[in-house]
């Protein structure tokens, strides 16, 4: 609620804006940039899974590597078959990309939102394009990761909203009623005659 106040507040002053942002996430020891780290730990993860899928068949011969036999073969990349189980991985793979991008910047306003909304769907196209390349068993993992993420994230940031919202009505019931004034020009005030 403090972020979308700040963000209401100096919509007209992009500059202002930033600053107040960066002041509220100092105040508060927040880190925008910590949601990357998820996906740094994940990263190792999902390349020796691609590495493994890849170099799967040389490894065993006994032939194809499937999924509850929803998908045939987990080493094999949509652009080689085109089976329903791969391209539901596939658009799954764009889609949960988009979704929390799109969470994200339902709580911003006016320009920013706008470049958010154009940054997810470019993203989406890119990650379409390189699932399409990638084994089906990478696909899946990521799917599952995913998905996991975005309900926890829907969650516990409702979680966190309420939370603060209770909060600040609490502190606002219970707070001194302060009116702030501002004069816009000193003018001498008339004084009586006596």
């Known amino acids: 609620p403090k ?18 942002m960066q002041k509220f996430y100092s105040e508060n020891k927040f880190n925008p ?3 990357c780290l998820p996906l740094l730990i994940q990263m190792p993860i999902l390349f020796a899974l691609f ?3 890849r170099h799967l068949p040389q490894y065993f011969n006994d032939g194809t590597f499937s999924f509850f036999n929803i ?3 987990l080493t094999t990349t949509p652009s080689a078959s085109f089976a329903d189980g791969f391209m539901v991985c596939l658009i799954l793979f764009a889609v949960l990309t988009l979704i929390p ?3 994200m910047s339902r709580n911003q306003t006016g320009q920013q939102a706008q470049s958010m909304r154009m ?6 196209v890119m990650m379409l394009w390189m699932g399409w390349s990638l084994p089906v068993g990478v696909l899946l993992y990521y799917d599952v990761s995913s998905a996991w993420q975005v309900i926890q994230q829907i969650f516990v940031t409702q979680k966190v ?4 919202k209770a909060d600040e009505e609490e502190r606002l019931k219970n707070a001194p009623l302060q009116v702030e004034v501002t004069r816009r020009e000193k003018k001498p005030r008339p004084h009586k005659k006596k």
């Open 3 to 20: 972020m979308l106040e700040i963000q209401e507040r100096y919509a007209d002053d992009p500059q202002r804006q930033a600053e107040e």
């Open 33 to 35: 940039m910590a949601g």
């Open 51 to 53: 590495t493994l899928l």
């Open 71 to 73: 998908l045939p073969d």
């Open 101 to 103: 991008q799109l969470y």
């Open 119 to 124: 940054m997810a769907v470019v993203m989406t």
């Open 161 to 164: 909203i309420d939370k603060a």
